[in-house]
């Protein structure tokens, strides 16, 4: 099986967990946690280097991430947990209808960058008005920050392929 047939299936996989867990409705105290606008830039923020849980670490990212809410230069900061980036990603695009197109790390393989839990690490997208705000924010607090891509209009794509829409899954 290829790479794009068991990324779909597993796309499809974890989208039927999220329904089941009501993930795919927007809750109003989740406002930060989800894609806002078309266009907006997606970044993977944090620690991706190490497995091992540091505290003190973890506990400057959150500071900056909640500095950079406060300052608005965020439109959502969505946790990585142990479904990886790509259950993030669907998690912050599911109730809102809206998509991603994103570049994955070229020196690690496609299936672990999107499905392993990469450490202290969050999904956070900015509007390209503030894109260069939020990576000199970043840059200035010593916190790692890679460009992933941007939102869509709901149409999933990773590395150039096409996952279909994100109401089809």
């Known amino acids: 099986m290829d790479i794009h047939n068991t990324l779909l299936r597993k796309a499809v996989q974890i989208a039927a967990k999220l329904r089941s867990e009501g993930a795919d409705r927007p809750a109003p105290e989740e406002s930060y946690s989800l894609f806002k606008h078309k266009g907006d830039m997606i970044y993977l923020v944090g620690d991706t280097d190490s497995k091992e849980v540091n505290l003190d670490n973890d506990y400057r990212i959150q500071k900056v991430m909640l500095s950079a809410m406060r300052r608005d230069l965020v439109s959502c900061v969505q946790e990585i947990s142990e479904g990886g980036l790509f259950e993030a990603l669907l998690r912050a695009a599911m109730p809102t209808g809206l998509g991603f197109d994103i570049t994955t790390d070229s020196e690690i393989p496609e299936e672990q960058f999107l499905f392993d839990d990469p450490g ?17 924010f970043l840059f200035d607090n010593c916190v790692t920050v890679m460009t992933l891509g941007h939102v ?17 899954l």
């Open 120 to 136: 202290t690490c969050a999904v956070v997208t900015v509007p390209i008005e503030k894109d260069e705000e939020l990576v000199q």
């Open 152 to 168: 869509t209009k709901g149409d999933i794509r990773i590395d150039d392929h096409s996952y279909g829409n994100i109401r089809q």
